[in-house]
């Protein structure tokens, strides 16, 4: 198949687990034999605009006519067989849902949080987890400013979706939602129900696998709080107050924590930050661990992390809610916490550590779930599946939804295959 990724990719100085997943999937098509290209803005490139431009691009946010254009243009000229579409904010906006139909070209889109039911996407407002704007207007994430605190910068956010709500969900030929616990939250929400599908993301076979008992405890990801730091903080205080666990803490990443984090960390012997990791190092760091912790007090869509230790046979201590209570199995895979509750996560790290020989076996139940569920192999499949499937929904050959009209005239505009006959 001849693919045509498009992604806004997210600024490179935090890590995103979005961009990782988008470039693992395009080197998994590539290497199955597809085509597959891209079309994409970089969040970096912000900094470099003018004055002007830095102050029109929330205009852009809910419509930008020229990536419409110039995705039309493209799609019309290279004959793409499908569409996927990962994120598309700030800088590509829905507009490339429109040129996909102004091409006849199927789209899918890969939904890697909640943003087409939360203006941020994360459905959390001051730490706690909400649903106020879930099935109803947006009008609430912009009195309280769910966006960064800010009400300005939560405005084009509620615009866009509240004015791309139907072409999102008539747009699209299928929605691969990361876990059930998402796609469930979507449903719920009015989404079309025949056009979600799971397709949980894959994670690549590690070099490093862990062969011992593990050096530390280890939380890898982006230092916000929605990913549960001050929550870790506060149970890790109370166990070094009791004796610790005779490992440290080591917390790799960035975010808008990481002054507090590091300030924390350099107040104590039995916890270590050591900033943005590449890639190698990320899956050393995991692979020497008794454990990898996700806290995470928002409603985890996936939980890249915890999968990436299951390649590496290394067990997870994670908050139970969101897509963790599908990827932990507790007490085989993992352990499960009380969402929010320091008390119940200091519990969890003391078992996780107090027994090696439950802890090994747990590692390794981990690595064979990770083998049956999210090998590349895995993932290979499940993304030919859904392409299969919106080629011939958008054809008229499955049993998916109509074709998308074109906006003007209410026409149905064919894929490139139809107009020539089926001739490639």
């Known amino acids: ?49 003018s004055l002007a431009g830095k102050a029109a691009l929330p205009l852009l946010v809910p419509w930008n006519p020229a990536v419409r254009r110039e995705l039309a243009a493209r799609l019309r000229t290279e004959r793409v067989d499908v569409v ?99 796609r469930d939250v979507l449903a719920g929400a009015g989404m079309p129900s025949e056009r979600l599908a799971v397709k949980h993301n894959f994670v690549p076979d590690p070099d490093a696998r862990r062969t011992g ?72 760091a995991i692979a020497r661990s008794v454990a990898v912790v996700a806290p995470s007090t928002w409603l985890e869509t996936f939980g890249l992390v915890v999968v990436e230790a299951m390649a590496a046979g290394v067990p997870a201590v994670a908050a139970a809610h969101g897509a963790f209570v599908e990827l932990v199995e507790e007490e085989v895979t993992g352990l499960l916490h009380r969402p929010g509750e320091p008390g119940s996560l200091a519990a969890c790290l003391r078992r996780i550590t107090a027994d090696p020989a439950r802890n090994r076996a747990m590692g390794r139940a981990a690595r064979l779930r990770y083998e049956r569920d999210f090998s590349p192999a895995v993932g290979l499949e499940r993304l030919e599946e859904g392409y299969r499937a919106a080629i011939a929904a958008r054809s008229g050959g499955g049993d998916g939804p109509p074709p998308v009209t074109d906006d003007s005239t209410g026409s149905r505009r064919g894929h490139p295959r139809e107009r020539d006959g089926g001739r490639r």
């Open 84 to 182: 996927h579409v990962h994120n598309v904010f700030p800088l590509l906006s829905p507009a490339v849902l429109a040129a996909c139909a102004d091409a006849g070209v199927p789209a899918v889109a890969t939904l890697h949080n909640y943003n087409q039911v939360c203006a941020p996407g994360t459905l959390q407002r001051g730490g706690r987890p909400c649903t106020e704007c879930v099935g109803a207007t947006p009008l609430p994430a912009v009195r309280h400013g769910c966006y960064r605190g800010s009400r300005l910068a939560t405005v084009p956010l509620a615009v866009s979706l509240s004015v791309n709500r139907r072409r999102w969900w008539s747009g699209v030929e299928r929605f691969f939602c990361i876990s059930a616990a998402q």
């Open 213 to 284: 008992r593990g050096e530390h405890l280890l939380f890898l990801g982006r230092l916000a709080e929605a990913k549960g730091l001050r929550l870790l903080m506060t149970a890790w205080d109370a166990i070094a107050a009791e004796g610790g666990v005779g490992v440290p803490l080591v917390i790799a990443g960035a975010g808008p924590l990481e002054r507090e984090v590091a300030a924390w960390a350099a107040s104590r012997d039995d916890v270590r930050y050591v900033g943005l990791c590449d890639t190698a190092a990320c899956r050393a």
């Open 1 to 49: 198949m001849h693919v045509l990724v498009v992604h806004n990719r997210y600024a490179s100085a935090q890590p995103s687990g979005e961009n990782k997943v988008v470039d693992q999937e395009v080197a998994l098509l590539r290497e199955a034999g597809h085509r597959v290209e891209t079309f994409e803005r970089r969040s970096d490139d912000i900094a470099a605009r």
